[in-house]
């Protein structure tokens, strides 16, 4: 409750939610004018004419990659300071002294930006289904809702992995700065052939993949994502656990 209260209260909620709203909404209607605004270049024309006309899979790969860009960014910046900055201000060494354990309060921050980044994609999703339903046509309701639910396991590696960071440093900085090279070790083996397919990359591509029939699956990325949460959070309240606050 302290979390989520916190999260409201300094608008942190707000801007998670406002803005996966907003390139829910948008990522059909750029899908849709895309070769419309390739007119608006000098020359664009002919392109816009080679341009195939767009489709509902051009809205999900659109939506697929903005909500996956900005959730990576939006985990860096909302879990870099989650822990580091209440041990910078020594807010932290307060609470523990309730008594309250170390590894229920890195729990509780972990759930509440969880729940945060669940409610941005719900709003988000019923947006992005309701402007592609208005643009191309309707989707199959499951397959979106599995889609999401991939994205938010995706998004959750990246909060895990930072708060990782933030528990085993002082500094929002390094935290930031950690939690980005996270991000680029995990983008980089995600596209290598073979082991790609059991990185969280691979998920986005399985829900794309069932949005346009392809029986396609990929349980092991969602094992290994799952998998590197849980190992983050253990390696966190590990190392939290052995600091003097």
Same mark, same amino acid.
């Given at each position: 409750?302290?979390?989520?209260?916190?999260?409201?209260?300094?608008?942190?909620?707000?801007?998670?939610?406002?803005?996966? /709203?907003?390139?829910?909404?948008?990522?059909?209607?750029?899908?849709?004018?895309?070769?419309?605004?390739?007119?608006?270049?000098?020359?664009?024309?002919?392109?816009?004419?080679?341009?195939?006309?767009?489709?509902?899979?051009?809205?999900?790969?659109?939506?697929?990659?903005?909500?996956?860009?900005?959730?990576?960014?939006?985990?860096?910046?909302?879990?870099?300071?989650?822990?580091?900055?209440?041990?910078?201000?020594?807010?932290?060494?307060?609470?523990?002294?309730?008594?309250?354990?170390?590894?229920?309060?890195?729990?509780?921050? /972990?759930?509440?930006?969880?729940?945060?980044?669940?409610?941005?994609?719900?709003?988000?999703?019923?947006?992005?289904?309701?402007?592609?339903?208005?643009?191309?046509?309707?989707?199959?309701?499951?397959?979106?809702?599995?889609?999401?639910?991939?994205?938010?396991?995706?998004?959750?590696?990246?909060?895990?992995?930072?708060?990782?960071?933030?528990?085993?440093?002082?500094?929002?900085?390094?935290?930031?700065?950690?939690? /980005?090279?996270?991000?680029?070790?995990?983008?980089?083996?995600?596209?290598?052939?073979?082991?790609?397919?059991?990185?969280?990359?691979?998920?986005?591509?399985?829900?794309?993949?069932?949005?346009?029939?392809?029986?396609?699956?990929?349980?092991?990325?969602?094992?290994?994502?799952?998998?590197?949460?849980?190992?983050?959070?253990?390696?966190?309240?590990?190392?939290?656990?052995?600091?003097?606050?």
């Amino acid at each position: 409750r302290k979390e989520l209260l916190e999260q409201w209260r300094t608008m942190r909620l707000l801007i998670v939610v406002a803005v996966f /709203f907003v390139f829910g909404l948008a990522s059909p209607l750029l899908a849709k004018l895309t070769p419309e605004m390739m007119k608006l270049v000098p020359g664009g024309e002919l392109l816009a004419l080679i341009i195939p006309r767009p489709t509902i899979a051009d809205a999900v790969a659109q939506y697929i990659k903005n909500l996956s860009q900005f959730g990576v960014l939006l985990a860096l910046l909302m879990a870099m300071g989650a822990v580091a900055q209440e041990k910078d201000k020594g807010t932290l060494a307060l609470i523990t002294v309730k008594p309250m354990p170390r590894g229920t309060i890195l729990l509780a921050k /972990f759930l509440a930006l969880a729940a945060s980044f669940a409610v941005a994609l719900l709003l988000s999703a019923a947006a992005g289904y309701y402007y592609t339903w208005v643009l191309f046509g309707a989707m199959d309701l499951a397959t979106w809702g599995l889609l999401n639910g991939l994205l938010w396991l995706f998004v959750m590696v990246y909060v895990a992995v930072t708060l990782l960071a933030s528990a085993l440093t002082r500094s929002q900085v390094a935290a930031g700065g950690l939690g /980005f090279a996270a991000m680029v070790i995990l983008s980089v083996a995600g596209s290598l052939p073979r082991i790609g397919e059991y990185f969280p990359g691979q998920l986005l591509t399985w829900g794309a993949a069932r949005l346009t029939g392809a029986p396609s699956a990929s349980w092991p990325a969602v094992v290994v994502s799952a998998g590197i949460i849980v190992g983050s959070l253990l390696l966190a309240w590990i190392g939290l656990e052995r600091q003097e606050l």
